[in-house]
Nanobody, 123 residues
Framework: EVQLVESGGGLVQAGGSLRLSCVTSGFTFEDYAIGWFRQAPGKEREGVSLINTKNGATYYVDSVKGRLTISSDNAKNTVYLQMNSLKVEDTAVYYC????????????????WGQGTQVTVSS
């Protein structure tokens, strides 16, 4: 059974930090790119950061560059999202997802999804 389980969300003040984790199982980790997406109420799902777990290449949406860092621990089949200098506009449910097609910003291309973790940034 394929599983992606996110954790690490919570309530933090603006300027604070959180580290999200995405623990995966049930598929060959290095065959899949992992993406972090977020969705705020009333807004479309947005790609935040991607990682090619085979070669370590990383990608970021412009609004998070310099503040968020994606990484993977292939031995643990886990991807992390370190979130620093958080802003109120980062508030959303954050999802990790796995794509056999490689890193892509198109969420429709992702094969498997986690249940999401809530990140709330207060002013």
């Amino acid at each position: 059974e394929v599983q992606l389980v996110e954790s690490g969300g919570g309530l933090v003040q603006a300027g604070g930090s959180l580290r999200l984790s995405c623990v995966t199982s049930g598929f060959t980790f290095e065959d899949y790119a992992i993406g972090w997406f977020r969705q705020a109420p009333g807004k479309e799902r947005e790609g935040v950061s991607l990682i090619n777990t085979k070669n370590g290449a990383t990608y970021y949406v412009d609004s998070v560059k310099g503040r968020l860092t994606i990484s993977s621990d292939n031995a643990k089949n886990t991807v992390y999202l370190q979130m620093n200098s958080l802003k109120v506009e980062d508030t959303a449910v954050y999802y990790c997802a796995a794509s056999l097609s490689g890193p892509t910003w198109h969420w429709e291309a992702y094969d498997y999804w986690g249940q999401g973790t809530q990140v709330t940034v207060s002013s």
